[in-house]
C-alpha cells in the first residue's frame, strides 16, 4: 500500500510538464543575462571549470560564503528554475539556513526539475515524517532516482523495520545510509548475512533502526564483526550485542583493537574490559583523547579504583565538561554544606540522567543552597573534594 500510494502520487505528478509555469519558448531574461555573463566570463579566460561570476553572486545570495561560491564547479543555467527549487522547499518547511545547508552540500539541487523531480521525492519524505532539516544534512538524497532506488530501499526497510515511525527514526539517524546503500549490492546480502549469522529478526529490526550504517558495509565485515563482538564475551541474544554491531561497524577493526590496548593501558583487565563493553559497547567509540581524558580526572582527580570506572562504564560515556565536572561542583557544594554525607559513593552519586540528578542534588537542595543551582549552571568552579574536612585538590 505504501509504495502504491507513492506511485500514484508519482504518476499525478508526472503528468506536470517539465517546466512549468515557464514558457520553453520565449526566452527568460534572466537566464539570457546568465548565459551572456557565462560567455563573457569565458571569453575574458575564466576557466571551464570554474563557475561564472554569476553564478559566484547567486550562490552567495543563497547564503555561501564568497570562498564556497567559488569553489562550486557547478553552472546554475537557469536563476528562475534554481529560484523555484528555493520556493519549493519553502513550501515543505525548509527555512533558509537549511536551504543555505542543502546549497552548501549540494549545490547541484538547484538545477533539478522542481515539480518533476523534486517534488514526488519531497513527497515521500514528508509521507514518512522526516524533517527538512535531515534532508539538508543529506540533500544527496534527493538526487537519487524516486522509482530505482528510493521506493524500493524504503519499502524494504518497511519490511524489515515494520512501522513508518521507526523507518523515518532509521533515516533520520543516518540518511546518507541511504544514500549510499544499494539494494540488490548491501542491503538484501547484510540482511540475509545477520539472518545467518543467527540474529533473531527482532533483533535486526532494531539494528536497523538505531544504525542503517550497517547496511552499507560488506558481508565479510559483518562476518568479523560478530566474530569480534562474541569474543568481548557478548552473544547475538544479549541486549548489547545489536549496540556493538552498530559501534563496530563505524569503525575499522584495527581501530577497534587499539581502543581496547589503550584500555589495557590503563590497567584494566581483559577481563573487566569484556564485561565492560557487554554492558556498554559504545565505550569503544570515543576518541583516544577522550577516553584518556576522562579516564585520568576519575583515576587522578577523584581518585577512583580502575575497577569502580569499568563496572560503571556508562560514566565513560558521559561528557566530562557538561555533565561529570558540574555534578562534582554540586556534590562538592553539598559536603562543604554538610547536606550530604562526606563518604558517600561518589560513582554511584554521579549515575543517572540529567532529571534525576537534578531532582536529587539540585532541586531538593536549591532553597537552602542556592550554591548547587550556579555549580549546576557552571558558575561555581570544581576545586575538589573534601575528605574528612581535608580538601582533595584538583591536579593542575
Known amino acids: 500500500m505504501f509504495a502504491s500510494i507513492c506511485r500514484r502520487r508519482l504518476l499525478r505528478l508526472r503528468q506536470i ?31 571551464v571549470s570554474k563557475p561564472c561570476p554569476t553564478t559566484i553572486s547567486y550562490l552567495i545570495s543563497c547564503g555561501l560564503s564568497p570562498a564556497a561560491a567559488s569553489a562550486c564547479k557547478r553552472r546554475i543555467r537557469s536563476t528562475a528554475k534554481a529560484d523555484a527549487v528555493r520556493a519549493l522547499l519553502r513550501t515543505y518547511g525548509y527555512t533558509d539556513a537549511d536551504i543555505t545547508e542543502v546549497v552548501r552540500r549540494d549545490p547541484s539541487i538547484l538545477i533539478l526539475d522542481p515539480d518533476r523531480i523534486l517534488r514526488p521525492k519531497l513527497d515521500l519524505f514528508a509521507s514518512l515524517r522526516v524533517k527538512p532539516r535531515t534532508l539538508a544534512t543529506a540533500p544527496t538524497l534527493l538526487t537519487r532516482s524516486l522509482d ?26 543516518a540518511p546518507r545510509a541511504l544514500h549510499q546503500a544499494d539494494l540488490d549490492k548491501n542491503m538484501r546480502p547484510v540482511v540475509d548475512a545477520l539472518r545467518r549469522l543467527g540474529l533473531p529478526d527482532k533483533s535486526i529490526s532494531k539494528l536497523l533502526t538505531i544504525d542503517m550504517c550497517v547496511l552499507t558495509i560488506s558481508v565479510d565485515r559483518i562476518t568479523q564483526i560478530f566474530d569480534d563482538i562474541k569474543a568481548l564475551g557478548l552473544g547475538v541474544t544479549d541486549t548489547g550485542f545489536v549496540y556493538g554491531v552498530s559501534r563496530f561497524c563505524r569503525l575499522s577493526r584495527e581501530t577497534c583493537l587499539r581502543k581496547v590496548a589503550l584500555y589495557r593501558s590503563f590497567g584494566v583487565s581483559e577481563g573487566d574490559l569484556q564485561k565492560a563493553i557487554k554492558r556498554q559497547p559504545t565505550i569503544l567509540g570515543f576518541s583516544d583523547e577522550s577516553i584518556k581524558k576522562k579516564l585520568r580526572f576519575f583515576l587522578d582527580d577523584l581518585k577512583f579504583e580502575l575497577s569502580e570506572v569499568m563496572e560503571r562504564p556508562v560514566l565513560i560515556g558521559y561528557s566530562l565538561e557538561k555533565t561529570i565536572i558540574p555534578r562534582c561542583a554540586v556534590i562538592s557544594v553539598l559536603m562543604r554544606e554538610r547536606k550530604i554525607d562526606p563518604n558517600i559513593k561518589l560513582p554511584w552519586a554521579l ?35 573534601r575528605d574528612r574536612d581535608v580538601l582533595v585538590p584538583l591536579k593542575p
Do not use: M, T, W
Open 17 to 47: 510538464p517539465s517546466d512549468a509555469g515557464i514558457n520553453p519558448s520565449l526566452p527568460n531574461p534572466s537566464d539570457a543575462l546568465l548565459s551572456h555573463a557565462c560567455s563573457s566570463a569565458a571569453l575574458a579566460g575564466f576557466p
Open 148 to 173: 530505482k532506488h528510493l521506493l524500493p530501499c524504503i519499502q524494504f526497510l518497511r519490511g524489515i523495520i515494520g512501522v513508518d515511525s521507526d523507518v523515518s527514526s532509521a533515516i533520520c539517524r
Open 351 to 385: 549515575l543517572g540522567s540529567a532529571k534525576v540528578f537534578s531532582e536529587r542534588y539540585v532541586l531538593r537542595h536549591a532553597q537552602d543552597v542556592p550554591d548547587v543551582v550556579k555549580a549546576y549552571e557552571g558558575k561555581i568552579a570544581f576545586e575538589g573534594f
